[in-house]
Every structure is written in structure tokens, then in C-alpha cells.
């Protein structure tokens, strides 16, 4: 079942901005991943954060994780046109290995 | 990383007919899973097949409508059944990555439109 919620639905930058994406959660997990979907296609894997973790990087991307407020964000730097995807969340709950999956948000980089 | 692919990659379907969707995989995994994405939403998961055994559904989602074949360690099928046109989505296998379930490698998805 579907168990994050993502805001803001839809965000709009400039290239070369940062863009910045929340997720919130109600269960207890045992990690958070981020995916990127682009154009209604298969997603891609972007990065995991372990619940024992607070922030990760990769490459431009910085997740930060607060369990205590059961949410992420996910924040873009220096975006790209080709950042211009739906960005998931997804949660893998205590004892479970099921991906559940939020809502999105549909990023759109403006040349 | 594990590459997936998926056929067809797109359909148009009448009502009340049938489609079976296609998902192989180029290494031998343990779990896949099947997922559907309606227009403009999230993924949700319907089921999750293991060789040799009935595949697993999740609430909402029953055998009969959404049969499920997994006759070796690369390969599964997804049959969408007597269809309407609430069935139009996109449907995506994917499998264990290459730390187990920790992630998921996703193929490119099917998109059914059901007229």
C-alpha cells in the first residue's frame, strides 16, 4: 500500500537551480530509497538511506533522512534538463522487504 | 546492475480481452515483482512470484484477474484478464538488486491503454 507523501506535487526550475523534494512516512522502516522515473518509463535507483543514517550523498544528490518526523528530502544541485523526471520515494518497513511507494513529484528543468 | 525487459512495451486492447505481459531478466534472480502505475499516480505492487511457487498478491489484487507465471529463475509473465477500460495503466516487473531487497531494479514497463 502506498505509504509516503510527497510535496510539492510539481516543481518548476531554472537550470542550474537547486530543486528539493520532501517525503513524509507512517511506519517504522528499515531504509528509504529514491527513484527517478522519466517519461511514464521503468525507474531508476538513485539512492538508499538506512534508518541508522541521516544524510547520504551521490554525485549532486544529497538525502537527508529525520525518523523522528518520519520524513526525507531529496535535494538536486546544479539541476540539469535532463533532471526533468518524476522523483519517488519509497519505503522498506521493519521486518518487511516490500517497496512501498509515494505519490512523486514531477520535476521539469527549463533550459 | 540487472537489465530487465518488458513486452510489449505498449498495447491498445479491447474490453473484455486479455494480455499477457512478458518480463526477462539476464541473471537469475529469486523475487520478482509486478507492479502497476495508473495515470498519473504512484506504483502500486500487485504481487510478488518466486520460481516454483504461487505468486504472492497484495489486497485488492486476485489471481484470476492477474495471473501469474514464473516458470524459471529469468523469466515471468503478468496476464491482465478480462479487461476494461479501468485496466489502462503502465505495468512494470522488477527484481532483487545486487544486495538483495535492499533496492530493485525495474524493467522499462508495459503501457496498456483498454478502449
Known amino acids: 500500500s502506498q505509504q509516503g507523501e510527497e510535496d510539492p506535487q510539481a516543481l518548476s526550475i531554472q537550470e542550474g537551480e537547486n530543486a528539493t523534494m520532501n517525503c513524509s512516512y507512517k511506519t517504522s522502516i528499515n531504509n528509504l530509497q529514491w527513484y527517478r522515473q522519466n517519461s511514464g518509463r521503468g525507474l531508476v535507483h538513485l539512492i538508499l538511506?538506512?534508518?541508522?543514517?541521516r544524510e547520504k550523498h551521490s554525485g549532486r544528490l544529497r538525502v537527508t533522512l529525520d525518523t523522528s518526523k518520519k520524513s526525507s528530502s531529496l535535494l538536486i544541485t546544479a539541476s540539469r534538463a535532463a533532471d526533468t523526471a518524476s522523483y519517488f520515494c519509497a519505503t522498506v518497513p521493519v521486518n518487511d522487504y516490500k517497496l512501498s511507494f509515494g505519490a512523486g513529484t514531477t520535476v521539469t528543468v527549463r533550459a | 546492475s540487472a537489465v530487465i525487459s518488458q513486452k510489449p512495451s505498449r498495447d491498445i486492447c479491447q474490453r473484455g480481452t486479455s494480455l499477457t505481459i512478458q518480463c526477462q531478466v539476464d541473471s537469475q534472480v529469486t523475487m520478482m515483482f509486478w507492479y502497476r502505475q495508473q495515470p498519473g499516480q504512484s506504483l502500486t505492487l500487485i504481487a510478488t512470484?518466486?520460481?516454483?511457487?504461487?505468486?504472492?498478491?497484495e489486497s485488492g489484487f486476485v489471481i484470476d484477474k492477474f495471473p501469474i507465471s514464473r516458470p524459471n529463475l529469468t523469466f515471468s509473465t503478468l496476464t491482465v484478464s478480462n479487461m476494461s477500460p479501468e485496466d489502462s495503466s503502465i505495468y512494470l516487473c522488477?527484481?532483487?538488486?545486487?544486495?538483495?531487497?535492499?533496492?530493485?531494479?525495474f524493467g522499462p514497463g508495459t503501457r496498456l491503454t483498454v478502449l
Open positions: 512470484a518466486n520460481q516454483g511457487s504461487e505468486a504472492t498478491y
Open positions: 538511506i538506512r534508518s541508522n543514517e
Open positions: 522488477s527484481v532483487e538488486g545486487d544486495r538483495g531487497l535492499d533496492t530493485q531494479y
